[in-house]
């Protein structure tokens, strides 16, 4: 059974940085895509970075390009490194994956299998 498990929400002022952490097991391919999805009330949910199994591609949105790096141990634990922070990004941030060998330019929320239970990150001004 594939399980996600989030750690490293919390609470920052504008300007700060926050890492995000996804332990993943149960995966029975090596070919997987683990990543970050984002829903802050009111909005869509929106994909925010993905990465490969063997690290070589990965995908930002725009709103995370520049300030958020996603990274992937060879345990599979994925981090998502957030660095000046602003408010737009309060929202539950959940760890994602599905069976893959490539990340694609996008991220379709019904496109991927595995869901964690989220962790919330909340952006004061």
């Known amino acids: 059974e594939v399980q996600l498990v989030e750690s490293g929400g919390g609470a920052v002022e504008t300007g700060g940085s926050l890492r995000l952490s996804c332990r993943a097991s149960g995966f029975i391919s090596d070919d997987y895509v683990i990543g970050w999805f984002r829903q802050a009330p009111g909005k869509e949910r929106e994909g925010v970075a993905c990465?490969?199994?063997?690290?070589?591609?990965s995908y930002y949105a725009d709103s995370a390009k520049g300030r958020f790096t996603i990274s992937k141990d060879k345990s599979k634990t994925a981090h998502l490194e957030m660095n000046s922070l602003k408010p737009d990004d309060t929202a539950v941030y959940y760890c994602?994956?599905?069976?893959?060998?490539?990340?694609?330019?996008?991220?379709?929320?019904?496109?991927?299998?595995?869901w964690g239970q989220g962790a919330q990150v909340t952006v004061s001004s």
């Open positions: 994602v994956a599905d069976a893959a060998p490539f990340v694609v330019d996008g991220m379709d929320p019904s496109g991927w299998k595995y």
């Open positions: 990465i490969s199994s063997s690290s070589d591609s």
